[in-house]
């Protein structure tokens, strides 16, 4: 069963959050369970299993971006724009509740202890405050002038990506922690705003030049040739680019950015991956990889609960961490990715009957905490 001819368009997008979350699934499993024993960055499968782990990061938020963007300016109709900013915000909250609901632990809320790590900045977090900030911009930007809102996407994404040895660890003692670890990772936290909302808004600034030119002739044909040659470039020649740039010019940060270039090269390799998805489009528009690019939060959260156990703490990790032979974990990997899609596709209903029950939760006791607040100020 295939989609529909009229729907190509998007097929690519569709499939490669499909991929993006597969190899997510994949990636957290071994890593998780895999025995220190094997994970060795000499052992040429394992280093190069790293390197296609390392992709999906920087893949999800550039199509986060990409998608999100799409699906506002697509909209001819301003109030329906707004409609979809107004979506984006809430999904932009949604996202960051889910991040701390799956990190509760019931034994610690019911002994009156909320560890540090609680607090702790994920994927989800950074993905939320992502969105909100990208609606932010275009709401500031992008009535006043579409080329200033392109040129301010493509500005952020080279000024986060430069400067991040420089921001990266920086403590902000001013700020609250929990508020901190949005901005930096200097107090333990996995993700901060930047430099990922760099993929964000360079996956936000493709879908700009996508609606502008996806009505011309040869536009499929034109594309693939561009994100391709574009992400090359960025793979091949960015670290070199900045060196020589800093030999040139002087300019300690461009020194700094090519000695310790990974984000350029990341990009080059999401939209290298990017260009194969679009070549692939018409094999890859079959309805499993649309549905499961569809449920991709869904997924992310059975994921943690199953692996990570998330409530009470009784996941896979709890019993086999690094514990796995080689086969073994290829084994289970495959297993859990098989097992985590069924249970999302199949259950998709109860499960988001249940995320909404969890939300409504979580917020009731946001609303409570307000009130106990106020009474306590009077």
């Known amino acids: 069963m295939t989609q529909k ?7 690519f997008i569709d499939a490669l959050r499909s991929f993006a979350i597969i190899m997510m699934l994949q990636g957290h499993f071994v890593s998780s369970l895999l025995s220190c024993t094997y994970k060795d960055s000499n052992n040429i499968y394992y280093s190069v299993w790293e390197y296609f782990r390392g992709i999906t990061a920087p893949t999800f938020f550039t199509i986060t971006g990409f998608i999100f963007m799409f699906l506002v ?3 001819t ?15 932009g909250l949604v996202l960051i509740a889910w991040g701390y609901i799956l990190r509760i632990g019931i034994a610690g809320v019911l002994s009156g202890y909320i560890h540090e790590a609680y607090f702790y900045t994920d994927v989800l977090h950074i993905i939320g405050l992502s969105l909100l900030l ?24 080279v ?26 990772k200097a107090n333990g936290a996995v993700f901060s705003l930047f430099p990922w ?9 493709l879908a700009t030049l996508f609606i502008k030119y996806k009505d011309q002739k040869n536009f499929y044909f034109l594309l693939p040739k561009y994100t391709g040659l574009l992400g090359l470039l960025l793979l091949f020649f960015s670290t070199g680019i900045l060196l020589n740039l800093g030999e040139l010019t002087q300019i300690s940060i461009f020194t700094v ?5 990974y984000l350029f090269t990341r990009l080059g390799d999401s939209l290298v991956l990017m260009t194969a998805f679009i070549y692939l489009r018409n094999i890859l528009n079959h309805s499993i990889f649309i549905q499961i690019g569809k449920v991709t939060l ?10 990570y156990g998330s409530w009470f703490h009784t996941g896979l990790t709890r019993w086999l961490y690094n514990s796995l032979t080689l086969n073994q974990a290829l084994i289970g990997a495959l297993l859990f990715v098989i097992t985590t899609c069924f249970l999302v596709l199949k259950f998709r209903t109860p499960l988001n009957q249940l995320a909404y029950k969890c939300l409504d939760f979580f917020y009731r006791q946001i609303r409570l905490m307000k009130i106990a607040y106020l009474k306590a100020q009077r």
Do not use: W
């Open 134 to 157: 990208l609606c932010f911009i275009y709401l500031t930007l992008y009535k006043r002038s579409s080329n200033l809102f392109q040129v301010t996407l493509v500005m952020i994404t």
């Open 257 to 261: 950015s090519g000695e310790y270039n």
């Open 77 to 91: 109709d301003k109030k329906k724009q707004l409609l979809r900013i107004k979506k984006g915000i809430k999904r």
């Open 73 to 75: 300016l697509n909209q």
């Open 197 to 205: 909302f760099g993929y964000v808004s360079i996956g936000a600034f």
């Open 298 to 307: 869904s997924i992310y959260i059975v994921h943690h609960i199953l692996l």
């Open 159 to 184: 000024l986060s990506f430069l400067f991040e040895r420089y921001y990266n660890a920086i403590e902000m003692p001013y700020l609250p922690t929990v508020i901190s670890h949005y901005f930096t």
């Open 5 to 11: 001819k009229s729907n190509n368009r998007l097929v």
